[in-house]
């Protein structure tokens, strides 16, 4: 599939937690007043977003962002984006040449199952993959072309979405009129969970203890327990 960000989303400087003060408190350091233990969390907090985002954690970013993608069809009547969840489709067309493609009306199709992806149309969507003869007709494996053309919004909202962002719309398939947070608790406590867990091993040093400021903890063996973060993301993977 080719996929190009149209509008990227306008974030927390990429942290996916909106305070420190959880991780302190989990941690047991409530002070804000050492400076190089603040940025000491403020990195864990940014590092376990990009944990969240990278191939390591669900493999696709999180936040809203406009689309343009080309998807192959296989036959059926469903369609599948690769960026989740859907919010609305703005523009759908049938071929990605523009002095010959054909925009589908709205009522052509449908948002099957936005968390997943998939978009539906009674009429199905033509398999384009590649034909061979040989002893007779045969399909070439892996030939499938791209023509179908779709620029949508996908994402959640962290901080919510004003009505004057560049990602924010009502009109198309699914228009999405939502500006309150839509992005899950579980994921955000994740983020938590995963910069507790690095602050703790000492982020692989494998150091026993240390002090920093008003904090003082005792690493345990990084082998010896179970991701609770990676457990809370688990739900939200998309097999690819």
């Given amino acids: ?14 942290e996916l937690l909106s ?14 007043t050492n400076a190089d233990l603040f940025a000491y969390q403020t990195d864990l907090v940014k590092r376990a977003s990009r944990w969240l985002e990278g191939p390591r954690g669900l493999g696709y970013p999180c936040q809203v962002q406009t689309y343009l993608e ?16 859907i919010r609305t489709i703005l523009r759908f067309f ?13 009522t052509d199709y449908r948002i099957e199952d936005a968390d997943a992806g998939l978009l539906s149309r009674d009429l199905g969507w033509s398999w384009t993959a590649g034909e061979q003869y040989y002893l007779g007709k045969t399909i070439v494996p892996n030939s499938e072309l791209k023509p179908w053309m779709v620029e949508y919004v996908a994402g959640w909202t962290y901080n919510g979405l004003t009505t004057d962002s560049e990602n924010y719309s009502t009109g198309g398939v699914g228009g999405s009129t939502s500006t309150g947070r839509t992005f899950p608790d579980d994921l955000e ?3 938590l969970l995963k910069a507790a867990e690095w602050a703790r091993s000492g982020a692989g040093s494998g150091v026993q203890s240390e002090s920093v ?19 809370l993301i688990r739900p939200y993977r998309r097999m690819a």
């Fill in 70 to 85: 080309t998807v192959p069809a296989f036959g059926g009547q469903t369609l599948l984006l690769s960026r989740t969840p």
């Fill in 213 to 231: 400021g008003d904090l003082s903890v005792t690493y345990a063996s990084a082998g010896n327990y179970r991701s609770e973060a990676t457990d």
């Fill in 94 to 106: 049938d071929s990605t040449a523009s002095c010959d493609a054909t925009e589908l009306c709205s």
């Fill in 19 to 32: 305070t420190g003060a959880s991780l302190r408190s989990v941690l047991g350091a409530t002070s804000t």
């Fill in 189 to 191: 406590q994740a983020v």
């Fill in 1 to 14: 599939m080719a996929l190009f960000v149209c509008t990227s989303a306008t974030s927390t400087d990429g």
